[in-house]
DNA sequence: AATGAATGAGATTTCATTCAT
DNA sequence: GATGAATGAAATCTCATTCAT
């Protein structure tokens, strides 16, 4: 009985994190959702006070997973090679699964346009501390593990992280050892 | 005349290009354009069949910039490692001019979500053969400068246009240079 | 069993009379209702057959018991002027401490606009013929007690109400005096 | 041409004073007003933010036309009964012309219920100063014209509104009258 | 009798597109 | 060619009412 209502908030927002991943925000209308799930319009707004609120509460359950995920994964006494390469892991798969917004790595730095501008509020307020805490881990594992003092680390994590939704985004079978071997080693090179 | 009637289309695709570029398809009404640039609505539609048109004939036009000036940086002669500086350079420069979309980089290859779907079909024949010919003539210029095995040139490609948009969204000075020391050299690391 | 239910349809009509007075028909949700005391919605609906239903209950309960006060001030012997002073001290109290509508007085002969024109059927069927017996007997009140030809008593019935309706929405505390100081002696003046 | 804009402007608000006047602003739908002046419900968007923003400028229009009328009999120089009697047959006539809202009369001082928060917002900030201002002014004009000590002024101010208002709203054909006599002379009784 | 989750009709509002001038 | 007022389809959101439990 309890367990129905929560329940019902989870279908809906398993059918809003399926459709807004594979469609964006504006592509989505409330009654996709209601559809996909097999609820009336109205029920949605039950559970959820908007479809902004909706969008903003999908986006943090799937930022704080991947944030959780990362995060186990840095705490599990890797070393450098082996985490990175459990990270561009987790990427590939979560994606290939279709667990996680594909788009979810992108909101971190990146541009928040095209959304409703109380969307955008909420995800500041919501999403961008938790980003940056996560920041503040990778980079204090990075500091932990990479003596060079050539390479600027919070920059390293903003590549870190391109490159993750790179492979997220990719069909490419190798390109998650491709960029393991970049990022390690460089590219071996013969100028002209 | 002609003269005219270009330049009123170049108007229109100006502010269009500006508009879209700092908030999205969705975020940007035809109004929003025809204020910008100091026309009437209706004018618009004497030049763009549709918003999605006029979307569309923008991002043609900024890739086609993006992809002239890409060859013109392979076509000239440096070697790898200036050819890549200059390439980040570029997307460093072409960001903070805001002449470009910052989002363009992001379509190939990338999610086309949150377009209305006329838009990601004309986006698809329009877009995407040139993009593959510049992926072809990219992946060329490595063949010829990296000798490794290592690396899958066509992995490497999509790795350095997601750099190349992680350079173009930071605001650090520094990362251009990180991700050219990365790229070139890997990271130095020390294992626990 | 019926004492139980009887108690409970009072609870609903309670809650229903504070929050209709205060914010309307509109304005006044069935969840509301239910909220303040303290039963489920559905249970509203067992005992009304609809939110008009409700409304036109507790209205048609409020003019009762004003017609009733009124009737009972009416019938206690007291001359003209101290029955229009209690009259209007009712008014005042009742409002005061909130016990009846203050709106329930606007409804004779005022209009009845913004209600859903099946509450204004019902009002019409249910109210208005109480309303009309009590003016005939204030009329034939008055018929007793002034003896001037040059006042229209039903005109002055719509006066009284009017000014008993000030009174009540008034927060002065010397309007009832003044109301009855006019009423009774008129306002001495000079022309300039 | 620019006069069609503003025509077509009044046209709206034409036709919504007639319905808001006659059915209150629940009852009147946006497309009740576009039907009744036959335009297209997006029009009035055009003209008017919201719902609300249109009921609240056509009753500021209504209430300053009601304060500049009043305002013009105050200031003709006549003297008290003649003043009151024309007050009188303002609300008599503007009434029965439908020219004005009957409801506008009854919001100085009245409740505010039964309207969405954001109208009584906006009622508050845009109507109440204005009102108070005109009291001040008839205040001031009974304070030259009645000698009386024994009436508050302020009060009277409010009986006379109410007084109005029920003129208004009667459709007795010598209520007029019947105010002008009690208000000026009392009524003359006999004590039981 | 009581519940409250679910419904869906109906309201407001937006905005790409059209077309008479 | 140019205009911009007008359109109306389509979206979001509300809430009285129902009904399985």
Redesign the interface.
């Known amino acids: 009985m309890t367990d129905q209502s929560v329940s019902r908030e989870n279908q809906i927002m398993e059918a809003a994190r399926e459709l807004f991943?594979?469609?964006?925000?504006?592509?989505v209308k409330v009654d996709d959702v209601a559809k996909l799930c097999g609820v009336a319009k109205g029920t949605i707004y039950l559970y959820f006070k908007s479809k902004a609120d909706l969008f903003v509460r999908v986006l943090v359950e799937g930022v704080d997973d991947i944030i959780d995920d990362i995060r186990g994964i840095l705490a599990s006494?890797r070393?450098?090679?082996r985490t990175l390469s459990c990270i561009f892991e987790y990427y590939e798969d979560s994606i290939r699964k279709d667990k996680y917004f594909?788009?979810f790595g992108?909101i971190p730095?990146?541009?928040l346009?095209?959304?409703?501008s109380d969307v955008v509020y909420k995800i500041h307020k919501e999403i961008f501390s938790r980003i940056q805490e996560l920041e503040d881990e990778v980079i204090d594992f990075f500091s932990?593990?990479?003596?060079?003092s050539?390479?600027?680390q919070?920059?390293?994590y903003?590549?870190l992280?391109?490159?993750s939704?790179?492979i997220a985004?990719?069909e490419?079978d190798?390109?998650k050892?491709?960029?393991l071997?970049?990022?390690?080693?460089?590219?071996?090179?013969?100028?002209?």
């Open positions: 991943a594979k469609k964006g925000y504006y592509e006494g070393d450098l090679t594909r788009r992108e730095r990146g541009l346009g095209d959304l409703p932990k593990h990479i003596k060079s050539d390479v600027n919070s920059d390293l903003q590549i992280v391109a490159i939704i790179a985004k990719s490419s190798t390109i050892d491709t960029a071997s970049v990022i390690l080693n460089g590219i071996k090179k013969e100028a002209i």
